[in-house]
């Protein structure tokens, strides 16, 4: 979507740069395929960026073998990139990485496994303020990972059960971004405390209360995706900044009539939801003007 996409911006914003000159990755070939296909310049595992690289490089993936990522030794080099603000990195790596100039930080974990000790980033990398945690399994969480977390104002994260993801964002009241996921049946919105601009919540029970969505009035772009609770949309007016609302496949959506009295919404998203808005409720907001509307396979 264009004009109104406040969800894709603000992440853009928390975790780029994204492309343009100074993206580079770390590894072989194989490994590095996905990013230099987008234009990312390749520096073998084991070597040093040229010299006269080393000014150039704002964002660094670095992409290990599994023999390489066995070995938990990050590159030598590190220190030496003046200008790096954002580093994709396994969490195995993670033990010793220190940064006074990194702002974006993107974990993977392809393995399930966490580093020896979770990293304390609130001391080794002061200046962060967007972390993507991307885990293809449910343990470790975060807080095994990183902890106790510098003033983020991006996070995504799973909760998977854990209560220590629920403390840590207890913490944060400097978050303007939260994409939650796993989420189950926990309120987590009873554990915020910042005025959040953008949410996710991703894979809840059907327990989840979607009813205290209400009580986070900045919001300005929500997105709810395999939300198996019932959805009242009757609770989206509660948000008077509201402009942009993607839902994805849930099931349970009600009251979609009630969309049409949020004052600011400009863009609404409904993909794979059972079609609640049927014939006569397309037809309806179509007519209605919305700068973004995209519910035809709703």
């Not at 590095?32 to 990312?40: F, N, P, R, S």
């Not at 209400?214 to 009242?232: H, K, M, Q, W, Y």
Request: hydrophobic share 45%.
């Amino acid at each position: 979507m264009t004009g109104v996409d406040v969800f894709s911006a603000s992440r853009e914003r928390y975790l780029g740069p994204f492309g343009g000159d100074g993206v580079f990755c770390v590894g072989n070939a194989d490994e590095c395929d996905h990013y230099t296909e987008d234009g990312a310049v390749r520096i073998p595992w084991g070597r040093a960026p040229r010299p006269e690289d080393k000014a150039r490089i704002r964002s660094l993936a670095l992409c290990p073998t599994p023999a390489q990522l066995s070995k938990a030794v990050l590159p030598a080099y590190l220190p030496d990139l003046v200008n790096l603000s954002s580093l994709t990195v396994p969490a195995r790596l993670l033990a010793h990485l220190k940064s006074s100039t990194l702002t974006s930080l993107v974990i993977g974990n392809d393995d399930g496994q966490a580093p020896p000790l979770p990293l304390a980033a609130d001391t080794a990398l002061p200046a962060l303020r967007g972390l993507l945690w991307v885990s293809s399994f449910t343990t470790p969480r975060l807080p095994q990972v990183v902890d106790p977390l510098p003033p983020l104002k991006f996070l995504r994260t799973n909760v998977s059960g854990d209560v220590a993801v629920l403390r840590q964002l207890a913490t944060l009241p400097s978050l303007r971004h939260l994409e939650v996921v796993d989420v189950k049946n926990f309120d987590v919105v009873d554990h915020l405390v910042a005025p959040l601009q953008a949410l996710e919540i991703g894979g809840t029970g059907r327990d989840f209360p979607v009813a205290r969505l209400a009580a986070i009035p900045t919001l300005e772009s929500l997105r709810l995706n395999g939300v198996r609770a019932e959805i009242d949309c009757s609770v989206f007016p509660a948000l008077p900044d509201l402009s942009q609302l993607t839902i994805l496949n849930s099931k349970r959506i009600v009251n979609v009539e009630a969309l049409l009295e949020c004052p600011k919404l400009a863009s609404i998203m409904v993909v794979d939801c059972g079609n609640p808005f049927k014939k006569a409720g397309k037809k309806l907001f179509e007519a209605h003007g919305f700068a973004e509307l995209d519910i035809k396979y709703s």
